[in-house]
């Protein structure tokens, strides 16, 4: 993985198991694991968020908190 800031913290993506979502002072990305060919990683969320959760409860979303908020991304 290849960022420009340091990862804060990350947290397992339960909708494949093959990803990890991390939080990084510039935002959220979601990284693949298997690096045959490279990885790919994409960015979710382009700002800076205070704590990531993922839960195989709901293993299609990330909930993200800004403050005192909780907000939800459902991918």
Do not use: M, Q
């Amino acid at each position: 993985l290849r960022i420009s800031s340091p990862i804060r913290d990350a947290a397992w993506w339960y909708g494949d198991n093959a990803h990890i979502a991390v939080r990084t002072d510039d935002g959220i990305f979601l990284t693949e694991l298997d690096g045959r060919g490279g990885r790919s990683t994409v960015e979710i969320y382009p700002n800076p968020v205070d704590e990531i959760l993922t839960t195989p409860d709901a293993p299609n979303s990330i909930f993200l908190r800004r403050d005192k908020t909780w907000h939800t991304i459902t991918l």
